[in-house]
């Protein structure tokens, strides 16, 4: 059974920073690329940042560029986002996806995902 189950989230003030981690199981995810997304209330689901498991090319979305960072281990199957200068235009919650085929800046190519985590950023 594929799992991906994402961990990391919390409050944390304005300027703070946090990294969130998605475990991954169940199968291989070489040829994989993992996205992150955010969904904030009453909006629709957006893109983080996404990472190709085998070459380790990296995607951000505008509003991460410069603050964010993803990254993955091979040897622990997980992938991570390290989001720094933390705003409360960040709160939401933050899922983990996992996609083979397709645009990565679409949800719609994604087979897989986390449960998600909550990011609560406070001014």
């Known amino acids: 059974q594929v799992q991906l189950v994402e961990s990391g989230g919390g409050l944390v003030q304005a300027g703070g920073s946090l990294r969130l981690s998605c475990a991954s199981s169940g199968r291989t995810f070489s040829s994989y690329t993992m996205g992150w997304f955010r969904q904030a209330p009453g909006k629709e689901r957006e893109f983080v940042a996404a990472i190709s498991w085998s070459r380790g090319s990296t995607y951000y979305a505008d509003s991460a560029k410069g603050r964010f960072t993803i990254s993955r281990t091979s040897a622990e199957n997980t992938v991570y986002l390290q989001m720094n200068s933390l705003k409360p235009e960040d709160t939401a919650v933050y899922y983990c996806?996992?996609?083979?085929?397709?645009?990565?800046?679409?949800?719609?190519?994604?087979?897989?995902w986390g449960q998600g985590t909550q990011v609560t950023v406070s001014s």
């Open positions: 996806a996992a996609k083979y085929l397709g645009n990565l800046y679409s949800t719609q190519n994604y087979a897989y």
